[in-house]
């Protein structure tokens, strides 16, 4: 562009340098004068003061053009302007801002560029591929290699794991072989698998790259039914290519006339490390660790023995516990089922002879414990009862309360007499002593108190005396006519119960309650 607003009075010269010059570069027409070489290069235009309004012209431009993706970059182009007219020194110029759009694009291309079909146990496929573009470099020239793995599940085989494509051989045809995995697991007649495709590498615009998966149908060469003719030459049948889940083995010899064979996957065998729900045979508890198979025509009988083997999952049967256990069903699959004697298992293999056809399949499990004795039952509850009810019933009451009445009538009777007879009588305390009889002293426990006699004996009253508090000492008896006090408890409290009352009469002592 010219120079603005006015004409200088002396040269006007503009230097110009890129802020990265690793990939781009800067030219111009005659008037680009150069200095320098390599990174001290100093690139500048002049205009004499006669030429201000002439235009002066750069281009900034890639390096090279090479074959890399180096995707989208931006830098700036800066100006510093020098001249002896201070209006255009050191005047500042608005950097300019440089976008480089790459024309080569990371990318992988792939054949075929849709899914396909595989057989197990047929032929292989490939599939190739190649890169759109080189691959960066690393600071000091090191090649950022790509790496590229397809990642598949258990249905199918590739080889190679993975392909390295590398500056010098990006654009070298890839190439994966893949198969169907020959199983011995009956499924679908036609299932799928999934390849997808993993890059790696240090390459920042093939770490964008994404390839789009790959859907391979797998056919297979397995059966759920198996129909085969045997005659006395007898034959081996399976399932499965090649020979695995299950195989029935006739011998020559076991069948006199040809018949056709059925071999039937009636149950699937459990996911890996799996066992089946709990079966009860008497007291034996198993679980399925296997597939169920069924052999027909039922009922049919051989010769000679022929030999039934069933794969079973060790895992499985580990997981369990217990022992090893063939079972069959002589009804087909409707029961009852039954433990198959003198069964060899190995590897994972359990194999029996037998001459007849049913359904068999293997378990796992152990005699269960026998149940433990029943507690005894809890006690009956407890009759519900009023908060206030004291437990004894109506009837009860009735004859304390005519107890206690009779004991308080007689207690009053006795009162009564005593009364009546101090008042003809003068009382007086007798002086305690010791009294024997046929030379053995009677002892009586205090307290007690006396009375004068009277006519015919005498009559005693319970009452305090010595001895209040519990102690004991010797009461006095007296002699024909003299009457004491037989002893009798005292709480100081009215005495309701039976008076224990002394009566001496002809030197002989008696006691009566009144």
């Known amino acids: 562009s010219p120079l603005t607003p006015r004409r200088p009075y002396a040269r006007v010269t503009l230097y110009l340098s890129l802020n ?15 200095q320098g070489e390599g990174a001290s290069e100093r690139l500048s235009v002049e205009w004499e003061a006669s030429q201000w ?61 849709t899914g396909f079909t595989l057989t197990e146990g047929g032929a292989t496929s490939q599939v190739t591929m190649t890169l759109d573009s080189m691959p960066q470099l690393f600071e000091g020239n090191q090649s950022r290699d790509v790496v590229v793995r397809l990642v598949h599940d258990v249905q199918v085989a590739v080889t190679p794991a993975e392909i390295t494509f590398v500056r010098a051989n990006y654009s070298a045809v890839g190439v994966f072989t893949i198969r169907a995995v020959d199983d011995t697991t009956i499924e679908e007649s036609q299932h799928l698998s999934l390849l997808r495709f993993q890059i790696v590498t240090g390459d920042t615009e093939y770490q964008k790259v994404v390839v789009p998966d790959k859907i391979v149908t797998i056919v297979d060469n397995d059966k759920e039914r198996l129909t085969v003719g045997m005659g006395k030459w007898g034959g081996v049948m399976s399932l499965t290519v ?83 256990h063939m079972l069959v069903c002589l009804n087909g699959t409707d029961g009852p089922w039954s433990v198959v004697e003198e069964v060899t298992f190995a590897g994972g293999v359990a194999s029996v002879q037998s001459t ?72 007086q305390v007798l002086p305690l002593i010791e009294y024997s009889a046929d030379g053995k002293p009677l002892a009586l426990p205090a307290p007690m108190v006396g009375i004068a ?48 009352v002394g009566v001496v009469g002809e030197g002989k002592p008696w006691e009566k309650q009144v």
């Not at 990939?23 to 027409?29: F, H, R, S, W």
């Not at 009862?385 to 004859?399: L, M």
């Open 53 to 113: 309004q002439q235009i002066r012209r750069v281009r900034v431009l890639r390096a090279e053009n090479d074959l890399t993706d180096s995707g989208q970059r931006t830098t700036s182009l800066q100006y510093a302007m020098e001249s002896l007219d201070a209006s255009y020194s050191g005047v500042a110029v608005k950097d300019s801002v440089v976008i480089v759009v790459d024309d080569d694009k990371a990318g992988v291309t792939v054949t075929p560029s």
């Open 356 to 427: 007849h056809f049913s359904t068999y399949y293997v378990a796992a499990g152990a005699v269960a414990a026998p149940p433990a004795e029943a507690p005894p039952p809890p006690p009956p509850p407890a009759p519900c009862r009023d908060p206030d009810d004291t437990g004894v019933s109506d009837v009860e009451w009735g004859i304390i309360a005519a107890f206690i009445l009779e004991n308080l009538v007689l207690a009053v009777v006795g009162t009564w007499v005593f009364v009546k007879r101090a008042t003809a009588v003068k009382p």
């Open 453 to 500: 006699p009277g006519a015919g004996g005498g009559v005693g009253l319970l009452g305090p005396g010595p001895g209040v508090g519990g102690a004991y000492g010797r009461a006095v008896m007296g002699v024909s006519n003299e009457p004491v006090l037989l002893p009798g408890p005292y709480d100081g409290q009215p005495n309701l119960t039976p008076a224990l």
């Open 242 to 324: 090649p020979y695995g889940a299950v195989i029935l083995s006739v011998p020559p010899g076991a069948l006199s006339n040809d018949t056709k064979l059925v071999l039937r996957e009636s149950l699937k065998p459990l996911p890996a490390g799996t066992a089946g729900t709990e079966t009860s045979l008497g007291q034996l508890r198993v679980r399925r660790v296997g597939g169920s198979y069924e052999f027909k025509p039922h009922g049919t009988t051989f010769a000679t023995p022929v030999t039934i083997a069933i794969e079973y999952d060790e895992a499985a049967a580990a997981l369990v516990g217990g022992k090893l």
């Open 20 to 34: 990265d010059t690793s990939y781009l570069k800067v030219e111009g027409d005659t008037t680009l004068n150069r």
